[in-house]
């Protein structure tokens, strides 16, 4: 009773709020969702909200705003958490950890990183934060000219928990083969983060570390990861043209959200979205 009272609450005080994805870059993507199988939707979501979410729904899901990235949480089982999954683990920034300790989440600082830690959500998923001290944060583009915002990680954060990145396993020399795929499907900008081959998109930084071994994330806690797409039936039909093959084609949902599926070649599951901006 009192846990749905709590999140009640919470709903009220968030509904009306719009939802701020990032803007699109011109290839129409932006930074989505975040969608987690867990077993139980409502100590996740008090987590969430505890770092800085705003709890909200996302069609029959429970979910949380954590700026321009919602967490999508459904009950359920899993095979086992992200470490050890292509997508090992995924990164928020904050001004600094003492509002997080304030508002009950430990962070274990990383020894010899400064501003960077670790917590863990109910379900013993590794997230890690990087505070405004953190050296390791900035992106540098390949060609040496920002644009779509990609400066954002050279400036302090503004705001009271934002997106960072998630980070992508991959062994060999296969990091260099992802970081030109994203590129070329979802018309990222190259770059570096810190020591890390990395691809910015609007509300997201993807990272990119080779010589690993790595499974796909499907059956994963972290399931799959969103894009919020404008113009996606045509984005679909241009992928398609481009050799992928979509896991489950575009529709559009009686809630007016249109989704199609597909994995990447590393085993990197992702949804694709079109009316996620406006949930």
Known sequence: MRTALFFGILLSLATGAAAQLAPPNAAGVSMGHLHYRVRDVDANARFWVSLGGAPTRIGSNQAVRLGHVFVVLSQGD???????????????????FEALAKAGITVQRLEGFPGVGN??????ERVELFEDAALNLTFTPDEGKHSAGSD?????????????????????DEHLAAKAWYIRMFGGIGGKRSNYDAVDLPGINLNFSGGRTSA????????????????????????????????????????????????????????????????
């Open 216 to 279: 796909p994330m499907k059956g994963r806690t972290l399931e799959h990861v969103g894009f919020e797409i404008t113009g996606l039936e045509a984005f679909c039909k241009r992928l398609t043209s481009m050799g992928v093959k979509l896991d489950a084609p575009y529709r559009k949902n009686p809630d007016g959200v249109a989704t199609a599926t597909l994995t990447d070649p590393w085993g990197t599951s992702i949804e694709l979205t079109e009316g996620v901006r406006g949930s």
């Open 78 to 96: 899993y095979s086992s958490r992200s470490e050890g999954a292509v997508v090992n683990h995924v990164a928020f920034r904050v001004p600094s």
């Open 152 to 172: 954002r990680h050279n400036k302090p954060v503004g705001v009271p928990i934002a997106f960072h990145h998630i980070h992508l396993y991959l062994p060999g």
């Open 119 to 124: 917590t863990t959500t109910p379900e013993g």
